[in-house]
């Protein structure tokens, strides 16, 4: 085991001077190697917890997920209910965010919105993931011509922009919010393939893996539980900063009509009819858009803090 | 060098290739008959059996690959459906418009994040450092249309000083030009200055903890000229190829800041075409937006030897 942290209680019992003779010193290393150990699951969390940042974006993500799961409940409005004698009308007691421009609660909105865009986040993610990690851990670990025509088209995709490639697919697949989902899946896969590979070409190389192949695993059992355990750490920062760019991502191609379908509320397309009314409503413009900016900054606080206390060289 | 350079280029054929793939099936997506949708409201089946043979629809999908690419390497990306101009004259008249957009862009990216990333990295854990790391983030995690709505609200709604929509060519009148361009180049570039604050911030520490640098200091050189003259050129070269790698978030963005402002670009056209069912339009901008990618890429690639030394064989 490394040195511990230098705050960490264990530290105390190693600075005893090795008078005793060769045979205490070595118990005394056991004993430290003992206490200092710490499952990197708990070491991570510990470090996390120290991130203020990433805390609070915790507790953010967390709101609005319970926001998400609960709207029916906290809703003070049907979001789709339309009223013509409350068109455009200001924050008011009735209506904390004021209405838009067919009389309908944007509050109400705001909150049936946090559906599409975490669901979009979420399945998107889990799309690319799904496809993208088996592919590059393929692609890593067997190398080859099968590598090099996986990078091939690895990079094929990663040459057309990304929101350029989603519009293009959402648009040939036909607007709708699970073809949005698909197509920012589809566009993410390739981070993923490129960086499982570029995970899995460091980590064959290491001792415990040539171990594994040494005792006789067989090729995908050393690729699922020997090699695969050991870049999660890295999948999941990417994993949760790619949910922040999906989040935007999914708010861009409803803003332009190409992902949720009106009347369904969505950050995104609330912004598009939010935009002709700047003059008259500026409310239907701020509130979206706030909502969008805190869940993507929540995530992004989120990933970089994972990064850091997950990084193997910061202790 | 040489061979460095042939690699690279030879590398490129395959990626290109499926590149070609990729956009070539996009049109296997659409749902149903594409005669029937490119026919649209016209459907006289003697209009739709000509539109069959126009696009060898009637052929397999690998023919019909065939005669698209060659028609692709002889500069034709085919016609738009709507206007029937050639994609290619469409392509390149809107072109003009994103790129002075773009370099604006580029410029305000590289001043402010360049900037940004040397004063967190020589004032590091100081309130300079996290400002410039708040101003990171928030560029990260602001939807740059979002942004752009509430620049128009601000200086076009309220304060008046600016026009919310619509474009003048430089050529024209370049202060009208300016003042129309200033709000989505802000809005492009913010988003890329973050991006390139937080590498040279990484790469400014690094250089100011290397030996040269502790030499340059130990002769007793002003902090200034340390920072200025060794540490920074040396942490700059990766920084700005990289901003080559920007590009495409770049034209992504484009697409989302010329729709809001009404910018008559490259991005606008890719929109309007989705939204006129144009899919030779939509096909043909992404083609280019991917070429281009890969010869910027290239480019930074081979820019990235030359100004370092140690790669040059």
């Known amino acids: 085991m490394q040195a511990s942290h230098p705050l960490s209680p264990a530290q105390a019992g190693v600075q005893k001077p090795g008078l005793l003779g060769p045979r205490f010193r070595g118990d005394e290393r056991e004993r430290r190697a003992d206490e200092t150990i710490e499952s990197p699951m708990r070491r991570a969390l510990r470090r996390l917890k120290r991130r203020k940042g990433a805390v609070a974006g915790l507790i953010v993500i967390a709101l609005f997920v319970l926001v998400a799961v609960f709207a029916p409940l906290i809703a003070p409005y049907d979001p789709a209910a339309q009223s013509w004698t409350a068109v455009r009308k200001a924050p008011s007691a009735a209506h904390w965010l004021g209405t838009d421009d067919v009389g309908r609660d944007v509050l109400a909105r705001v909150i049936f919105g946090a559906r599409a865009s975490l669901l979009a986040g979420v399945i998107s993610v889990a799309i690319a993931v799904s496809i993208g990690v088996p592919l590059g851990l393929i692609s890593g670990y067997l190398g080859g011509w099968v590598d090099a025509l996986l990078s091939r088209i690895t990079d094929a995709m990663l040459a057309v922009p990304f929101l350029i490639l989603a519009i293009a697919l959402a648009a040939f697949l036909g607007p709708s919010l699970g073809n949005a989902m698909i197509a920012i899946g589809v566009t993410t896969t390739p981070i993923f393939v490129r960086l499982t590979r570029g995970q899995v070409m460091a980590v064959k190389v290491e001792d415990y893996v040539e171990a594994a192949r040494a005792i006789g695993n067989p090729r995908w059992r050393i690729a699922l539980f020997h090699i695969l355990p050991n870049i999660l750490p890295a999948l999941l920062v990417q994993g949760t900063l790619s949910i922040a760019a999906a989040i935007i991502a999914e708010a861009a191609l409803s803003f332009l009509g190409l992902g949720q379908q009106p009347p369904a509320p969505s950050w995104g397309s609330m912004l598009n009819s939010a935009q002709r009314f700047l003059t008259t409503a500026s409310w239907m413009a701020i509130w979206p858009g706030l909502a969008i900016f805190l869940t993507v900054l929540s995530f992004n606080l989120v990933g970089d803090g994972l990064r850091d206390a997950l990084d193997p060289k910061e202790r | ?313």
């Open chain 2, 1 to 313: 060098m040489l061979t460095f350079l042939a690699k690279r280029i030879l590398q490129l054929i395959p990626t290109l290739f499926f590149v070609s793939v990729l956009i070539f099936s996009l049109q296997q997506l659409l749902p149903g008959d594409p005669a029937l949708i490119m026919a649209g409201e016209d459907r006289d089946p003697a209009v739709i059996e000509q539109i069959r043979k126009q696009y060898r629809l009637d052929q397999p999908i690998p023919v019909q690959y065939v005669f698209w690419v060659k028609g692709v390497l002889s500069g034709d990306l085919g016609e738009s459906m709507r206007n029937k101009q050639k994609v290619l004259d469409l392509v390149l008249q809107k072109l003009p418009v994103t790129m002075q957009l773009a370099s604006m862009a580029i410029i305000i990216a590289l001043s402010i994040g360049i900037t940004a990333g040397v004063i967190s990295a020589v004032y590091k854990d100081t309130p300079w450092d996290y400002a410039a790391n708040v101003f990171a983030l928030w560029g990260l995690s602001t939807p740059n249309f979002w942004l752009g709505i509430m620049l128009i609200f601000l200086f076009s709604v309220q304060l008046g000083w600016l026009p919310p929509s619509g474009y003048v060519p430089l050529t024209e009148d370049w202060r009208q030009s300016l003042a129309t361009t200033i709000m989505p180049a802000f809005v492009l570039g913010n988003a890329i200055a973050a991006v390139l604050m937080r590498h040279t911030r990484s790469a400014m520490l690094q250089a100011l903890n290397s030996d040269y640098v502790r030499t340059a200091r130990a002769k007793g050189l002003l902090e200034r000229s340390v920072i200025l003259k060794h540490a920074m050129r040396n942490a700059l070269t990766p920084v700005i190829t990289l901003g080559a790698l920007e590009f495409g978030t770049l034209l992504s963005g484009a697409v989302l800041t010329e729709q809001i402002f009404t910018i008559p670009g490259f991005g606008k056209l890719i929109i309007d075409a989705v939204f006129n069912r144009d899919y030779a339009v939509v096909q043909g901008v992404v083609l280019v937006t991917a070429t281009t990618y890969i010869t910027l890429n290239l480019l930074a690639d081979v820019l990235y030897v030359l100004v370092n030394p140690r790669l040059r064989a």
